[in-house]
């Protein structure tokens, strides 16, 4: 069996930047006024979006130009924008965006001048018509429904650019953090990306590559400030649907958030899993790795509805040492689960059921009812966990067998 997915490929062989990306997006067929609320529901009543058609080296685009209605101070931080964007009236998918791009910059500034993501104070990113930028892309995005999105190659530019902190080469620092991992080229003389382009592409796409097999069904060019002569500066967006194998029964999206740790206590490790499953995460646990100069350290994994990832991100910053969290979308595929009481001395284990199309394939009792009972008892785990798996057998709970009468959800 197959199924139509939807698919959009960014072309950024000539650069990018936030308002480009905007432009694109809305030039696909996005309604700007969707987007005004998102950002209004950010930074209400500092911003006004308006398209209009530009040509850009002779070629149609459209541009999105965002009005400052209010007073403006380009110095704020990511702990103000994070604080705003979560208390922000957008859908989860937005605001997940929202978060995921301006953390992967704050994580990047925050390399760069070596202070923790939460102290970064963002410059040029942190104004009104950059926050508009990015809050509007990502709402955007969320509003088309696409289920995978790749980058072409990111042209970078080259030369200098004048910044907050003077002269900077480019790319800029923030953007040499933001690339690895990802195919680029110098593309041409000057800054080609921003920072905040470079943000979105990074934390939005799934990967780079040419443009992907599909059925095209409407193609969006973005233009930037600049006409240049020698090459339209715009960024294109396509969108269309290719055929997939569908997913196996029981396949879900979830978010899967991660990062790597040295330098936290190991006596800390407990609670913060335990905040997180608290919170809702499907599942959190720890790899142990060993990580650059010989240094042992973790890596925490978080998997998650996409709905929660904001929240659980937000723990992962407050609780851990880190300074960045990533994430990405995964799929799983779980079993139909149910739960049979099977009542022993010490009181009643629950044996979770893993089946199919009420089909048995396996059987577990919950060992924290079988620590419980054995504690009521004197007997050991092991033993009243093999009565209780032994006593689901006895009601009919066998592999291959239909579910037995009794169990619940």
Not at 255 to 278: C, G, I, N, Q
Not at 339 to 358: F, M, N, P, Q, S
């Given at each position: ?130 926050i508009a930028d990015l809050v509007g892309s990502c709402a955007a995005l969320d509003s088309l429904g696409a289920d995978r999105v790749t980058v072409s190659e990111i042209a970078l530019g080259s030369g200098t650019v004048r910044a907050a ?245």
């Open positions: 069996m197959t199924a139509d997915r939807r698919v959009l490929w960014l072309d950024a062989t000539a650069g990018v930047a936030g308002d480009m990306l905007l432009a694109a997006l809305v030039d696909l067929g996005v309604r700007l006024p969707g987007i005004q609320a998102a950002v209004d529901a950010v930074i209400p009543g500092t911003v006004l979006l308006r398209q209009r058609e530009v040509s850009r080296a002779g070629l149609r685009a459209l541009k999105v130009d965002v009005e400052l209605v209010a007073t403006d101070q380009h110095h704020r931080s990511w702990r103000e924008i994070r604080n705003r964007i979560v208390a922000a009236e957008l859908t989860e998918g937005a605001r997940a965006n929202a978060l995921a791009a301006f953390g992967a910059l704050a994580a990047a500034e925050g390399r760069v001048h070596g202070v923790a993501a939460d102290d970064v104070h963002f410059h040029e990113v942190g104004a009104w018509d950059s902190h003077g002269v900077l080469p480019v790319p800029v620092p923030a953007v040499t953090e933001l690339i690895a991992g990802w195919s680029v080229t110098s593309g041409g003389d000057g800054e080609l990306a921003t920072p905040t382009g470079v943000a979105l592409l990074t934390t939005l796409a799934a990967g780079t590559g040419p443009l992907p097999a599909m059925t095209v069904q409407r193609v969006g060019v973005g233009a930037g400030s600049r006409d240049r002569p020698d090459r339209p500066n715009v960024v294109r967006a396509v969108l269309g649907t290719s055929a997939a194998t569908a997913p196996a029964a029981g396949t879900t999206r979830l978010t899967m958030l991660e990062t790597t740790v040295d330098d936290l206590d190991p006596r800390l490790w407990p609670s913060v899993l335990d905040a997180l499953l608290a919170a809702g995460a499907a599942d959190a646990w720890l790899t142990p790795v060993l990580m650059k100069k010989g240094r042992p350290g973790q890596v925490l994994s978080v998997l998650a509805e996409p709905a929660l990832a904001p929240a659980l991100q937000q723990i992962v910053l407050a609780r851990t040492s880190t300074l960045g969290v990533r994430s990405f979308g995964v799929q799983r595929t779980a079993l139909d689960r149910c739960y049979l009481d099977v009542e022993l001395a010490g009181g009643t284990v629950a044996v979770k059921i893993g089946h199919r199309d009420g089909v048995v394939l396996h059987a577990t009792a919950e060992y924290s009812d079988a620590a419980a009972a054995a504690d009521a008892t004197g007997r050991t785990v092991a033993d009243v966990l093999a009565e209780a798996e032994a006593g689901a057998r006895a009601a009919g709970v066998v592999p291959g067998a239909g579910l037995p009468p009794g169990v619940r959800n």
